[in-house]
């Protein structure tokens, strides 16, 4: 079964550091390029940023340049989000997804169930 | 910067059509993807680049476009089918944009 399966969330204050995990199972994780995309309480999904199968190209919404940072350990199936200097506007579920660079979709077809971070003094 | 715009709702009784657009801001248009979210559920891909349907999603889903809009048609409707539904597509730098999202509502 595929699988991306999120951890790390949690309550941090302003001003604060959150490093965000991913595992994925089920296919062959670096064949894939990976997204971390959030969504605000009772707003739309937000695209965060984006990985390359080989990690070497990497995207991030313009707002969040400079203070998140993605990255991949293709040996251990796992994607990364270390997101510094936290606000209050960051506080989202936050969602690993694959994106199809394999098939036909060229989508995010994989969606994990997501990890909350709260950023509250 | 790109957007998408979606409207905020659609209302449909059980078995009639909806239609839900969405409106890139900018040419060229790039191919859109429709995402359905339900509840406590994360998102699920019910169309890509504009008019597939993914395997396992009902063929009363389909999509359609015409210039800068896409179209999303549930025909048909159920009341399964009442979820909140996202268009997404890609701007000029190659980062991702998703609508706002629209709620569909089954009488």
């Known amino acids: 079964e595929v699988r991306l399966v999120e951890s790390g969330g949690g309550l941090v204050k302003p001003g604060g550091s959150l490093r965000l995990s991913c595992e994925a199972s089920g296919f062959i994780f670096s064949s894939y390029s990976m997204n971390w995309v959030r969504q605000a309480p009772g707003q739309g999904p937000e695209w965060v940023s984006s990985?390359?199968?080989?990690?070497?190209?990497?995207n991030y919404a313009e707002s969040l340049k400079g203070r998140f940072f993605i990255s991949r350990d293709n040996s251990m199936n796992s994607l990364f989000l270390e997101m510094n200097i936290l606000r209050a506007e960051d506080t989202a579920l936050y969602y690993c997804?694959?994106?199809?660079?394999?098939?036909?979709?060229?989508?995010?077809?994989?969606w994990g169930p997501g990890t909350m971070v709260t950023v509250s003094s | 910067s790109y957007e998408l715009t979606q409207p905020p709702s659609v209302s449909v009784s059980p078995g009639q059509t909806a239609r839900i657009t969405c409106s890139a801001d900018a040419m060229p248009k790039q191919y859109a993807f429709w995402y359905q979210q339900k509840p406590g559920q994360a998102p699920v891909l019910v169309m890509y680049k504009d008019t597939e349907r993914p395997s396992g999603i009902p063929e009363r889903f389909s999509g359609s476009g015409s210039g800068t809009t896409v179209t999303l048609t549930i025909s048909g409707v159920q009341a399964e089918d009442e979820a909140d539904y996202y268009c997404q597509s890609v701007d000029s730098g190659g980062f991702w944009v998703f609508g706002g999202g629209t709620k569909l509502t089954v009488l």
């Open positions: 997804v694959r994106k199809d660079v394999v098939g036909a979709t060229d989508a995010f077809d994989v």
């Open positions: 990985i390359s199968r080989s990690g070497r190209t990497i």
